[in-house]
């Protein structure tokens, strides 16, 4: 019996590229505080999944929750500035 190996080329290729490039990692940190947030919120829910979530473990959900779409609104407003703007400052 033969056993398949994930990084042999005949079930995966290897390519030599496989680490991110400097686009992807700009991408990561410009949305980076978006994803704390809503790394947070699920935290938050997670919390109380196997539990009736108290006073304030759903103030803790509310406040997750406003964090997460202050983050949205201001990367969708540092993209339109820099759209507008013609390029990343």
Same mark, same amino acid.
């Given at each position: 019996?033969?056993?398949? #190996?994930?990084?042999? @080329?005949?079930?995966?290729?290897?390519?030599?590229?496989?680490?991110?490039? @400097?686009?992807? &990692?700009? *991408?990561?940190?410009?949305?980076?505080?978006?994803?704390? *947030?809503?790394? /947070?919120? &699920? @935290? *938050?829910?997670?919390?109380?999944?196997? =539990?009736?979530?108290?006073?304030? @473990?759903?103030?803790?959900?509310?406040?997750? =929750? =406003? =964090?997460?779409?202050?983050? $949205? $609104? /201001?990367?969708?407003?540092?993209?339109?500035?820099?759209? &507008?703007?013609?390029? #990343?400052?």
């Amino acid at each position: 019996m033969k056993s398949i #190996v994930a990084l042999q @080329d005949r079930v995966t290729p290897w390519p030599d590229g496989l680490e991110p490039s @400097d686009a992807e &990692l700009d *991408a990561i940190e410009w949305e980076m505080p978006l994803i704390l *947030a809503d790394v /947070d919120l &699920l @935290d *938050a829910e997670i919390a109380v999944l196997d =539990r009736t979530p108290s006073e304030l @473990d759903a103030q803790r959900i509310r406040r997750a =929750r =406003r =964090r997460v779409l202050a983050a $949205r $609104r /201001d990367l969708v407003n540092r993209a339109a500035a820099v759209s &507008l703007s013609g390029g #990343v400052a």
